[in-house]
C-alpha cells in the first residue's frame, strides 16, 4: 500500500499559478515504477481526471481543459510529483487529489485515465480560484 500526502493548496486570484506537491511512501513501493495522477473534484460534480504522469521512460497525458497550463513533473529520487497550475481559471477551483497505480509498459493509457484503476490516493488539497 502506498500513503500519499498532497500540500500547496491555497487561494489564488484567476489568471495566477499555483503549485501542487504529492509525497509518497510505502514499506515495498518503488516509486518509479508508478503512474501517479492528479484528479480533482469540483463542487457538484464528480471526481475528474487532470492529468498521469507514468513510470520512468513513460509519458504524460493531460485532460484538454487543463492542457497547456498545467504541468506534472516527478522526481523519483524524492518519490514526489508536482502539479504546476498557470493560468488558474475559476472553473479549476477543486479538491485536488493525487493517486498512484503500477504502471506497466504494457498497460493501456486508458485505464490510467480511469480513477477506478487507481487504489492509493492521498487526501486532496483544496484549491480556490477568485474572478
Known amino acids: 500500500q502506498v500513503q500519499l500526502v498532497e500540500s500547496g493548496g491555497g487561494l489564488v486570484q484567476a489568471g495566477g499559478s499555483l503549485t501542487l506537491s504529492c509525497a509518497a511512501s510505502?514499506?515495498?513501493?518503488?516509486?518509479?515504477?508508478?503512474?501517479m495522477a492528479w484528479f480533482r473534484r469540483s463542487p457538484g460534480k464528480d471526481r475528474e481526471f487532470v492529468g498521469v504522469i507514468r513510470r520512468v521512460g513513460g509519458g504524460i497525458h493531460y485532460a484538454d481543459t487543463v492542457k497547456g497550463r498545467f504541468t506534472i513533473s516527478r522526481a523519483n529520487a524524492k518519490d514526489t510529483v508536482s502539479l504546476q497550475m498557470n493560468d488558474l481559471k475559476p472553473e479549476d477551483t477543486a479538491v485536488y487529489y493525487c493517486?498512484?497505480?503500477?504502471?506497466?509498459?504494457?498497460?493501456?493509457?486508458?485505464?490510467?485515465?480511469?480513477?477506478?484503476?487507481?487504489?492509493?490516493w492521498g487526501q486532496g488539497t483544496q484549491v480556490t480560484v477568485s474572478s
Open positions: 510505502g514499506r515495498t513501493f518503488t516509486f518509479m515504477y508508478y503512474a
Open positions: 493517486a498512484a497505480r503500477s504502471d506497466y509498459p504494457s498497460d493501456p493509457l486508458e485505464g490510467l485515465l480511469d480513477q477506478d484503476q487507481y487504489s492509493d
